[in-house]
């Protein structure tokens, strides 16, 4: 079984992801760092030398890769991979859990952590507050046709046990 973590950017996929591949004993894979592997280049450089469009294609070939493996695993989506419809033929085949978060735990998360993303990497934190808004409201109705919905502010442990404890109990 794959168990899928949606949400938007710096809303913990990739740390919980790595808690619950831990817990669980299953392997993680993240999205993002798998597609980097296989091109050879950073997020960053595909946005840069190829645009956001091909980096889509590429979301989408690689999730479709993925799942097709059918092995046991976590995957960490990216943060817009829920939001091409097209995606959803492979999300829809795992256990996808969306974290859910408030716009001011994500912007405060982002605000340090933008470097790596080239959505936001050359905005200012007042441009940053509102891409999180008008974004946020965009995307949620994508993230919200996840299996599981997560949205209670608790540790990245509690919510990894949250996780490990419904799978067991719903196969
Ligand atoms: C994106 C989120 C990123 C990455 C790319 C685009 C998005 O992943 O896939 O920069 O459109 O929200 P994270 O959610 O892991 O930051």
């Known amino acids: 079984m794959i168990i899928s973590l949606l ?12 808690r619950l591949s831990k817990m669980m004993n299953i392997p993680l894979i993240d999205l993002d ?11 960053n450089e595909i946005f840069d030398q190829h645009g956001e469009d091909f980096f889509r294609l590429l979301e989408s070939h690689y999730l479709m890769q993925i799942v097709k493996s059918k092995e046991d695993l976590i995957l960490a989506l990216g943060g817009g991979t829920p939001c091409r419809k097209a995606n959803w033929k492979y999300i829809k085949k795992t256990h996808s ?18 470097s790596k993303r080239p959505i936001i990497k050359n905005l200012n934190n007042t441009e940053l507050k509102l891409l999180v808004k008008n974004k946020l409201a965009d995307r949620s109705k ?10 209670i502010d608790l540790s990245k442990k509690q919510i990894a046990k949250i996780i490990r404890d419904s799978v067991k109990k719903n196969g």
């Open 7 to 18: 949400g938007f950017m710096g809303s913990g996929k990739s740390s919980i992801g790595r």
């Open 33 to 43: 760092e798998y597609l980097e592997a296989k091109e050879g280049l950073s997020i």
């Open 97 to 114: 859990v969306y974290l859910k978060r408030s716009e001011k735990y994500l912007f405060n998360n982002l605000k340090e952590k933008k």
């Open 142 to 151: 994508f993230y919200e046709k996840a299996k599981m919905i997560i949205d």
